[in-house]
């Protein structure tokens, strides 16, 4: 059994496209960036924080053969996607939507569940939630 350190969760992703995805996290979603680490023989990794998680951005200093599947979350096998709750869905896609990126997906409605799938500019999934106001 896993004893945890901390509750925090960290997601990784690997890019090719540095300045776009830096623009995305930081600006569009408006995350605070943490310091730079520079990762000898390896890449920089920028650090985003999501409440009390963060998304790390790792960029390597050399050609990253293989991409990650495109689409759906449910086209294709692995880690497809993670989920943000949110209180502001219609502003974020509104925000994303300015800044070139298109959702995967409409803004849907389950019971009081609204949510949309988008993409960073890598075409790694985030599902938005926002749970209705009671």
Known sequence: MIELATD????????????????????????TMQPRIDVPEM????FFELGSNII???????????????GLPYQSTG???WTV???????????IKKHGLAPLTEIDQIGDIRFVIVTDPDGNCIELLEMAAA
Not at 9 to 31: C, D, H, P, S, W
Not at 43 to 46: A, E, I, K, T
Not at 85 to 95: E, G, H, K
């Open 56 to 70: 790390k951005l790792m960029v390597p200093d050399f050609p990253v053969e293989h991409s990650n599947a495109s």
């Open 79 to 81: 880690l497809r996607y």
């Open 8 to 31: 925090q969760i960290q997601v990784g992703i690997v890019t090719r496209n540095a300045e776009a995805m830096l623009t995305f996290y930081g600006k569009t979603l408006g995350l």
């Open 85 to 95: 709750q949110v209180n502001n869905i219609d502003t974020l896609v509104a925000d």
């Open 43 to 46: 890449g920089s990794l920028y």
